[in-house]
């Protein structure tokens, strides 16, 4: 995959498992490495590490790459509000780190003019999709220059330590027989257990 110039390796890691380099990627590789920093913490071989996104966005996959945070550890927890936060946990410190984003988002670099007229287009929904690229890819190249503090709010926070991820036996559905973790079904009037959506359609 053709990266553009003067990236981080780290940086490329990432756009190479999201498949593009975007402002939503950007996000998520500013908290990424900001936690690696404040933290004092490495790639997370287990659940030593917690990040809790309050979006599903593109910047998820920053998390998972530099963090080592995944659905499938059980370290990744989303909470899709829509809400560009985020929250790091070190389980060995107990230390947590929130972020959230600034409200307002200031261009600063030579393309200003450019960006500001693309910006104009995308609001009236009249850009082009050559020029929503364009309007993306400037935003990338900006977002990378700035300090994380012109970004997000950074503060340490008393966060409550995670629940490490459970782990159950695997049930057959009363309804379609398929196999599904017991702790997620729902008992009907006949005590039988249900996978969610057989319990649905029973409803």
């Known amino acids: 995959m053709t990266h553009p110039a003067n990236i981080s390796e780290e940086l490329k890691l990432c756009v ?26 490495t790639r997370a071989a287990d659940e030593e590490i917690v990040a809790v996104s309050e ?17 499938g550890k059980g370290n990744l927890i989303l909470k899709d ?3 560009n936060v985020y929250t790091v946990f070190n389980r060995k410190t107990s230390k947590a780190i929130r972020f959230s984003r600034k409200k307002e988002y200031e261009y600063t670099d030579k393309h200003l003019s450019e960006f500001n007229d693309l910006e104009k287009k995308m609001t009236q929904g009249t850009a082009t999709d050559q020029e929503k690229k364009r309007q ?10 700035k300090p994380a503090l012109d970004v997000f709010e950074i503060v340490e926070t008393k966060a409550e330590e995670p629940a490490y991820a459970r782990l ?20 009907g009037d006949n005590n039988d257990l249900y996978c969610r959506p057989c319990y649905d359609e029973l409803a």
């Open 16 to 41: 190479d498992f999201h498949g593009h380099i975007c402002p939503g990627l950007i996000y998520g590789y500013i908290v990424a490495t900001e936690s690696i920093s404040r933290l004092s913490i």
């Open 55 to 71: 979006n599903d966005s593109c910047s998820v996959d920053a998390l998972q790459v530099l963090l080592g945070t995944t659905l």
């Open 81 to 83: 509000y829509g809400k």
């Open 136 to 145: 993306k890819y400037l935003k990338t190249m900006d977002l990378l220059q």
């Open 168 to 187: 159950a036996p695997s049930v057959a559905c009363a309804s379609c027989f398929e196999m599904t973790m017991k702790t997620k079904m729902e008992k």
